[in-house]
């Protein structure tokens, strides 16, 4: 790669030019961080899923669901930067309400592990998840992160954040996020920070260093969530600035900062944690700082038509909200 003569090399050594380059590499799963977390996910008896792990991951995540009935359920997110973070407390949430419908709750004990100090990134929602959290009983657990699992006894891992210290805890069912990094590619390339991650202007998603080159997604250092609402609402500015520095011109688009995560806190009930920049967001006519079913038909029923036919035809970028 050599950005400054715009030319990209292939793994066959193949050189391609370009006048404009634009990239969305995302984060990869990163298994190797937590100890036996591949093994215990590639049996299928070993009561640990990950929504993480493709068709596999859901459905056995699906069958906890199902068949969980008594023992000790653990659930764990991951360090950031990981995409849709709150996925395990959203499962977590989801299967605790189904245990209180078929009267099984009294036999499950819920623990929540939380990597950092609070259950979302953005500071005004987490009141609320605290206070579902607290009504329901889940015990949650801050500043730890998962480190190992051992399938055949049934232990999880977890090292303190703050005091680096080691818990092992026991488990009948383990729900969990591995951790992510970028990369290598990037990370090794000169158009990484630190991080490993792209920098781009927040506003105009062009690399301050490289004005060819244009990132989007979660492979930037852009202070957002990391989903598919960020990166939808991304799109238009990028596709927009680009054509307009093909031409000679400044970009005039601006990204806002949107995000959201559509956060199911049981069957019927969802929180739509909208945000612009880490700030809260109400893009529809209802407040949308506690559960209600209306965000839950949306996601449900409306976002996958959204998601599977006008997006991938560049029909529909959620352009209320992206310039």
Not at 5 to 15: G, P
Not at 76 to 87: D, E, F, G, R, T
Not at 156 to 166: L, R
């Amino acid at each position: 790669m050599c950005i400054r003569d715009r030319y990209l090399t292939t793994e066959n050594d193949d050189l391609i030019k370009y006048e404009a380059l634009v990239l969305a590499p995302g984060i990869q799963l990163n298994y190797q961080t937590i100890e036996g977390s591949r093994e215990a996910l590639d049996d299928p008896n070993s009561n640990v899923g990950s929504i993480y792990d493709g068709l596999v991951g859901a459905e056995k995540i699906n069958m906890f669901r199902q068949t969980l009935k008594s023992g000790v359920a653990i659930f764990a997110n991951a360090l950031p930067p990981a995409k849709c973070a709150s996925a395990p407390l959203k499962t977590c949430l989801l299967i605790e309400e189904d245990r209180r419908k078929m009267n099984l709750r009294n036999k499950i004990d819920f623990h929540f592990y939380a990597t950092g100090g609070i259950l979302f990134s953005v500071p005004e929602y987490n009141p609320i998840l605290i206070d579902i959290t607290k009504k329901r009983g889940i015990n949650v657990h801050y500043y730890e992160v998962l480190t190992k699992i051992n399938k055949d006894k049934k232990i999880a891992t977890f090292q303190n954040a703050k005091t680096k210290a080691f818990s092992e805890v026991k488990y009948d069912t383990l729900v969990f996020s591995p951790h992510f990094k970028p990369w290598d590619a990037i990370k090794d390339s000169p158009l990484s920070n630190d991080a490993g991650l792209i920098p781009v202007n927040r506003y105009t998603l062009q690399h301050p260093t490289y004005q060819s080159v244009f990132a989007l997604g979660d492979g930037t250092d852009l202070p957002v969530n990391k989903t598919a609402g960020a990166i939808s609402s991304q799109s238009p500015v990028l596709v927009n600035n680009v054509a307009r520095y093909l031409k000679g011109y400044d970009p005039n688009a601006s990204y806002k900062g949107y995000s959201v995560c559509p956060l199911f806190t049981g069957n019927n009930k969802m929180l739509f944690t909208e945000s612009l920049f880490g700030y809260p967001y109400h893009s529809f006519f209802t407040n949308n700082m506690k559960p209600k079913w209306i965000y839950y038909f949306i996601s449900r029923y409306l976002m996958p038509r959204f998601y599977w036919s006008l997006l991938p035809r560049g029909r529909w970028y959620m352009s209320f909200i992206h310039i």
